[in-house]
């Protein structure tokens, strides 16, 4: 670990560490978050929330970055509803895949017409490992620009 509370190897870390980040890297950030849009998703809006530290547990999270979450949440799924029209937001954490135990809080917009098969836990189906299926990286920042707009008027 660095001075800065960052991890070498680190995903969450590198994009921490980037002097000037795509929207789709910096949605929104603050004093202990950064939200970023899930690079690997096929689903427009899926956000990651990052603290800004490297950090593997709640437990771990000093008692401003816990309190600074509650109302980074609120007023991104605010965000989320009136862009992309989703009917609730879903938040999970779990932090375990390989080279992503930095803690990490998906924010999930679920849609009017979500399927059946990908609701609740299972809408990590929504997740791909082929690069073909994601969504593209323009199409990302065009959304995480609205979403930071709608961000500071919730």
Known sequence: MNDNGLVRGCYPCQQ?????PPPREDVVHTDHWRVAQAFNSTLPGWLVVVPARHILSFADLTAE?????GDLVRRMSVALEQVTGCV???????SEAEGFSHLH?????????????????AVFALMADDENRWLPANERDEI???LRAAYDGA
Request: no cysteine; hydrophobic share 40%.
């Open 16 to 20: 921490q560490r980037a002097s000037s």
């Open 65 to 69: 970055a816990a309190g600074e979450l």
């Open 105 to 121: 809080v998906h924010l999930v917009p679920r849609m009017p017409d979500h399927p059946e098969n990908a609701r609740g836990p």
């Open 144 to 146: 995480a620009l609205a």
């Open 88 to 94: 609730k937001t879903y938040l999970m954490q779990f």
